[in-house]
């Protein structure tokens, strides 16, 4: 089950949130995570590429990502590198 503690983690949001402050926390967090599945559409007012670069600049580890992974606004599979 996607929603298993073994397979995600479920952080709390603080009071105030907005999406620029989930995607700092997701940024950040570490460990094994390599996907950010926004069911709930949490993160608003921004396309998927706006999101992807988020990640890129607000502290995903250099080292293990050169990259994200966003679908397109025609549902096709893109990547945004840092070199881009």
């Not at 907005?18 to 997701?26: C, G, H, K, S, Y």
């Not at 950040?28 to 926004?38: E, K, N, S």
């Not at 949490?42 to 679908?71: C, E, I």
Request: charged residues 15%; aromatic residues 4%.
């Amino acid at each position: 089950q996607i929603s298993s503690t073994g397979v995600a983690i479920l952080p709390t949001l603080q009071h105030g949130w907005d999406p620029m402050l989930i995607l700092q926390q997701v940024a950040t967090l570490g460990g094994d995570i390599c996907a950010l599945i926004d069911c709930g559409a949490l993160v608003t007012g921004m396309n998927n590429k706006a999101v992807a670069k988020s990640l890129l600049v607000h502290g995903l580890d250099p080292h293990r990502f050169q990259g994200v992974v966003y679908l397109d606004e025609l549902d096709r599979k893109m990547i945004l590198s840092r070199t881009d």
